[in-house]
């Protein structure tokens, strides 16, 4: 638990405009550079947003060609968690909503936005989106996160799960 603390701790040090931010661990679904099912989504400081460009895989298909809606609100849900390094502190997704307007296709690169749109409380409430090249928005999401103390983490810290 406290080598954990201390690496979630490093990685919130003030992020400039344009920086990459860090990933939340190395085997985080999202984004987890040691996860060999992961997305590795990879995310910057846009304003006081986040930005990404990714790209769906074979691993990731829903109907031929298409990728699964599942994989996609992952993929969301990991890109407000890009959020946290701005906001400074940890914080769960409590309520995740997606709006599939288009078919996100395998293959193509998508361009993905996510900010906080207000803050009550314990309670972040974001938005995020995902343009497809030729500028159509293929999804829009809306979420609450709510903030959380280190210990909450603790619930999941088994010596037998990889990168606990
Ligand atoms: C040592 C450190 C290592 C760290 C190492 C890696 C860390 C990496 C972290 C980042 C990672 C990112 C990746 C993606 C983000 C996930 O994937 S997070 C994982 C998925 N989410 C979860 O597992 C959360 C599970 N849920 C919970 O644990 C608990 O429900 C929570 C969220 C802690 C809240 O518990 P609670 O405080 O008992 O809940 P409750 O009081 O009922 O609700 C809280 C507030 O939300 C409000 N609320 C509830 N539902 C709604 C709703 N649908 N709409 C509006 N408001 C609502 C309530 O009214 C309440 O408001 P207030 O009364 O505070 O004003």
């Not at 995740?96 to 972040?124: C, F, H, M, N, S």
Request: hydrophobic share 40%.
């Amino acid at each position: 638990m406290q080598a954990l603390l201390a690496m979630w701790s490093e990685k919130f040090v003030g992020y400039p405009d344009g920086s990459d931010l860090p990933a939340h661990h190395d085997h985080c679904l999202g984004c987890g550079p040691e996860n060999p099912h992961g997305h590795r989504l990879r995310a910057v400081r846009h304003g006081d947003g986040v930005q990404a460009w990714h790209t769906f895989d074979n691993r990731h298909v829903g109907a031929p060609g298409i990728a699964h809606g599942g994989a996609v609100a992952t993929v969301v849900d990991d890109l407000y968690g890009f959020l946290l390094f701005l906001e400074g502190g940890p914080a769960v997704t409590r309520q995740l909503a997606v709006d599939y307007l288009a078919p996100v296709l395998i293959g193509t690169t998508y361009r993905l936005d996510a900010q906080v749109a207000r803050r009550e409380g314990r309670k972040l409430f974001v938005t995020a989106g995902a343009t497809a090249p030729d500028g159509r928005p293929v999804i829009t999401s809306t979420a609450v996160f709510v903030k959380v103390s280190v210990e909450h983490f603790a619930q999941g810290i088994s010596p037998d799960v990889p990168g606990d």
